[in-house]
């Protein structure tokens, strides 16, 4: 529980740096930090039904393993989880229904803070979070150990 307790506010300044980087860099409007760090929180809010999803499952299956939101939990499980299925099921993950609700708050608040149009926004920061996501789901797939 306490790593969670530091994990979760480091994610939020990070998301919130992909987003400065995505509308104030890439962009090139004036934004300033504090509003990507606004919406990254206001964004947050959304993974509440999604850790509320994934805790009513773990405490049915009575584990913590094995617990996908998104479309990974349309995989197949098994008792020897292979680095693909694990990579698939992770990436699968990102683009859940409550995920990509999170990008939709995130593309709607950037494009209302910074004054960008909706399409720009929908492009930059939809580019950056497939991108994460293919990262993390690499990251998931090297170090689950090999079955």
Known sequence: ????????????FVIALLIWFGVG??????????????????SALI???????????????QTMRGRPSGFGMLLPESDTPTKLMTGLGVFLDFLGPLQIWYLVVGILGAAALAGVPRKSAAWTLGAIYLVVGLFVAALSAMFTPAA
């Open 1 to 12: 529980m306490a790593q969670q307790v530091i994990f979760y506010p480091i994610l939020t």
């Open 25 to 42: 860099f890439v962009l090139g409007t004036k934004f300033r930090y504090r509003l990507a760090l606004e919406i990254a929180c206001w």
């Open 47 to 61: 993974s509440i039904p999604s850790f509320l999803i994934s805790f009513a499952l773990a405490w049915t299956r």
